[in-house]
């Protein structure tokens, strides 16, 4: 029986190296003159646990400050100010819910290159007081003492219980469906 005992690699979120984003998409009659915000991920903490003598068997959390979600796209600022407000008080309740958290420790992994992995994290997500099994699909680049992870993934805003924004009666709306994409770089740690 093999030893229990892993040696881990701890590495963290260089948060100004990396990106993270949401993209929010438009619905309903209007549409097309609609605006398709995409929202940035500004402050954002990972932690990420590796072993790397079996990846699999490695772990890793995020938590994104709710209220720092904040809209990437030139558009006026009377225009940004009323979608973060409804962004933040009508559909996260960032007072309520603060925080988004990812947690994983169930990883797939597949081996495609020398220090290039192909994984699908099988964790959980909790949003909007909301848990819920999330799998992510991920490239992660092991290269001396930095780790590099990009991917994308959607969710459904329905499922963890948050409001469809909509306007002009319902004429134009966001859909349900959450579009994220991430190119996130973490630093080996002591």
């Not at 690699?9 to 100004?16: G, I, L």
């Not at 605006?35 to 990420?48: E, L, M, Q, Y």
């Not at 940004?80 to 409804?86: A, H, S």
């Not at 947690?103 to 959980?124: F, P, R, W």
Request: net charge negative; proline share 2%.
């Amino acid at each position: 029986m093999e030893s229990t005992t892993e040696t881990r690699v701890h590495y963290t979120a260089d948060t100004r190296a990396s990106q993270f984003s949401v993209q929010v998409v438009a619905g309903g009659l209007l549409s097309a003159f609609g605006h398709s915000p995409t929202i940035a991920i500004r402050d954002f903490s990972g932690d990420v646990r590796v072993n790397p003598d079996d990846l699999g068997h490695s772990s890793m959390k995020l938590t994104i400050q709710a209220e720092s979600l904040a809209v990437r796209d030139d558009i006026s600022d009377k225009d940004r100010r009323e979608i973060e407000r409804t962004m933040r008080q009508d559909i996260l309740e960032t007072e309520a819910y603060p925080e988004i958290v990812y947690e994983c420790s169930d990883i797939s992994t597949s081996k495609v290159g020398e220090g290039q992995y192909a994984l699908t994290l099988n964790g959980d997500l909790t949003l909007h007081g909301v848990t819920r099994f999330q799998a992510v699909d991920v490239r992660v680049t092991l290269n001396g003492d930095a780790l590099r992870a990009f991917g994308t993934f959607s969710l459904l805003q329905t499922d963890y219980a948050l409001k469809l924004a909509s306007v002009a009666g319902g004429a134009l709306k966001v859909k349900d469906e959450l579009k994220f994409s991430f190119n996130i770089v973490a630093r080996k740690q002591g």
